[in-house]
């Protein structure tokens, strides 16, 4: 017996990709329905190879009878749907901002910390973390499991789509004009992103830091442990899919590289290309459109006591957003809702 299943935000790139990933992973459905605004009533949206929906309004959609929602309709619009949907019985797994930071509604990422998946009782809701949070604590879990992080430092190198459609549409844009001589404008981006990098993503803060950093630090906390102290450089660049990030670590504990280098091997979730050679290392065109979070460029950092750098890359519209949104499904009809 399967499952209603809603996805709401289904034109955007999360929501198809939500549907994409629904479909590639047999996951039980029954009924699947598609959500979005008003504006976007009556479009079709694919489910699977052969099933074609067509879009029904947020607005007035009626939860009842509706086991599970996956929200990524941005945060103003979920802060409104997302309880309306728990109210009627339905558990969302939403994507967006709004709820990662209640204390009330668990911030999961299933390879890391899934049994607080079962505080989606209180609210109805589980909250789905930044895309860069979910890649990086992915990989710092086993490491954490066995040498205790003390202190975090990263840098992202992010790609456009995590600004959503229109942020892809202007790279590529811009990217012609530049080719043809056209003037650039940006419209999405404070600064041009063709052949550019831009430090700033998410408002700024009165710290200084954007946002998104700022996520990273509190989400960071809550999912993985919140004695660990996390500085975080959040930057833009010009790629469509898959977000990079240098990551470098204090541990606690004496650090061995080949200790940290099989817990990393045998942890679910993740692939390890690492061979110190031409090639010998992943980046987001390799990532895109992959389920895993690849590690490479795994070395000793010198500067202190209990070091360890390396590389991190996966695609930030499936791992980031969709996967672990379906793979908090999963769990749910797994463990918690079972027909």
Not at 196 to 225: A, C, Q, R, Y
Request: aromatic share 6%.
């Amino acid at each position: 017996m399967g499952y209603k299943v809603a996805v709401i935000g289904a034109t955007g790139n999360v929501g198809r990709e939500m549907l994409n990933t629904l479909a590639e992973r047999k996951f039980p459905v029954d009924e699947m329905v598609a959500l979005a605004s008003e504006r976007s009533v009556g479009r079709e949206v694919s489910f699977g190879e052969n099933q074609i929906l067509k879009v029904q309004n947020l607005a007035d959609f009626n939860f009842a009878g509706t086991d599970i929602a996956l929200s990524s309709p941005g945060a103003k619009i979920s802060a409104v749907h997302s309880p309306r949907a728990a109210a009627a019985g339905c558990v969302v797994v939403d994507n967006t901002s709004h709820f990662r930071m209640d204390p009330d509604v668990p911030l999961v990422v299933p390879e890391v910390n899934p049994k607080a998946i079962a505080g989606y009782r209180k609210k109805g809701i589980i909250a789905n973390p930044n895309c860069s949070t979910i890649q990086m604590v992915v990989a710092l879990k086993p490491l954490h499991d066995l040498f205790q992080i003390k202190r975090v430092v990263v840098s992202t190198y992010q790609s456009v789509s995590g600004a959503g459609k229109e942020a892809m549409d202007e790279l590529f844009n811009q990217t012609r004009a530049i080719y043809v001589n056209d003037p650039v404008k940006p419209e999405r981006f404070t600064k041009q992103i063709a052949f550019n990098v831009i430090p700033h993503i998410d408002v700024f803060m009165e710290d200084g830091s954007t946002k998104e950093e700022w996520k990273m630090v509190v989400e960071t906390k809550k999912i993985l442990d919140a004695s660990i102290a996390v500085q975080a450089t959040c930057v833009r660049v010009p790629v469509f899919v898959a977000h990079s990030e240098a990551i470098t670590v204090e541990f606690a504990k004496p650090v061995d590289e080949e200790a940290a280098r099989a817990a990393l091997r045998a942890a679910p979730g993740i692939v390890v290309v690492d061979h110190r050679a031409n090639e010998g290392y992943v980046t987001p065109v390799e990532a895109a459109g992959e389920d895993a979070v690849y590690i490479s460029r795994i070395r000793r950092d010198p500067t202190v006591k209990n070091g360890l750098a390396f590389w991190c890359v996966s695609d930030n519209l499936r791992k980031g957003a969709a996967l672990n949104a379906v793979q908090i499904a999963e769990v749910l009809v797994k463990d918690y809702l079972k027909k």
